[in-house]
C-alpha cells in the first residue's frame, strides 16, 4: 500500500511539472509574440521600439538619424549598435532588462548618462564624458533585475585587442635566413659535438707506432 502512495506521489508530481512546463511555454510564446508585434508596429515611428526574449539580437542604426529608442530584454543577450548612428540632439532610451545581457554601442563626440534602477545587477558607462559645446547626451533610463549592463564607446573592444597584440611581432617579422642556412632548397643544419677533453689524433697514432716497434723488437731477441 505504501508503495502505491509512493507512485501516485511520483505521478502527481510529474504531471504537476508538466502541467507548470506547459504553461510556462504558453506565457513565453504569448509574450514574444506580443513583442514582436510592438516592434513591427514602431517601424514608422520617430521612436522605435526593440524588443528581445530567450535570444542573442544585434540592433544596428547605421547612418540615420537616432531620436532614441524603448529597450526590453529578457532572459537575452542584447546589443544595440549606434556607432553609425547620427545625432542632432540629446536623446533617450528607455530600457527594462531582466536576466539579460545588454550592450550599447555609442559613437565617439557623444555623452553618455545612466539612471538604471538596478537589482541584482551590475552597469558599467564607459563613455569619457567631455564637457565641450556642441556635444549630445544619451541619457539612458531605465532598470535591470539580474542583468549586466554595459554602455561603451564604439571600437572600444578593439583597441584593447590591438594593444595587447602589439605587445607580440608578428611571425612574417622574423627572417628565417638568421636561424637556417638555405641551399637549393635544403635547409643545412651543422652539428658539432663538443668534447670537455679533445685528444690529439697524432698522439695516438704515435703511441700505436711505439708499441708495435716494442713488440718487433721482443719477438727479435727472442729469437737471438
Request: glycine letters at 6%.
Amino acid at each position: 500500500m505504501a508503495k502505491k502512495h509512493g507512485l501516485a506521489k511520483i505521478v502527481l508530481g510529474v504531471g504537476v511539472a508538466a502541467v507548470a512546463g506547459k504553461v510556462a511555454l504558453d506565457k513565453f510564446k504569448k509574450t514574444k509574440e506580443r513583442f514582436v508585434k510592438e516592434e513591427n508596429d514602431s517601424l514608422d515611428y520617430e521612436i522605435r521600439k526593440y524588443n528581445a526574449i530567450g535570444e542573442k539580437k544585434v540592433i544596428e542604426v547605421e547612418d540615420e538619424v537616432f531620436s532614441g529608442c524603448e529597450l526590453k530584454a529578457v532572459a537575452s543577450k542584447t546589443v544595440l549598435d549606434l556607432g553609425l548612428a547620427v545625432f542632432e540632439k540629446d536623446v533617450y532610451i528607455n530600457f527594462s532588462s531582466n536576466a539579460s545581457s545588454v550592450t550599447i554601442i555609442l559613437p565617439e563626440g557623444v555623452n553618455a548618462t545612466c539612471d538604471i534602477s538596478r537589482k541584482i545587477a551590475g552597469v558599467k558607462n564607459l563613455v569619457d564624458n567631455v564637457d565641450e559645446e556642441g556635444i549630445h547626451t544619451v541619457y539612458i533610463i531605465g532598470k535591470a533585475v539580474c542583468s549586466n549592463v554595459e554602455v561603451i564607446p564604439v571600437n572600444f573592444y578593439v583597441d584593447e585587442e590591438d594593444e595587447e597584440d602589439s605587445d607580440f611581432e608578428d611571425e612574417d617579422d622574423f627572417d628565417d635566413n638568421i636561424i637556417f642556412d638555405e641551399k637549393d632548397g635544403d635547409v643545412e643544419v651543422e652539428i658539432k659535438v663538443i668534447n670537455e677533453q679533445e685528444k690529439p689524433v697524432k698522439e695516438d697514432t704515435d703511441k700505436k707506432e711505439d708499441s708495435k716497434k716494442e713488440d718487433s723488437a721482443t719477438e727479435e731477441s727472442e729469437e737471438a
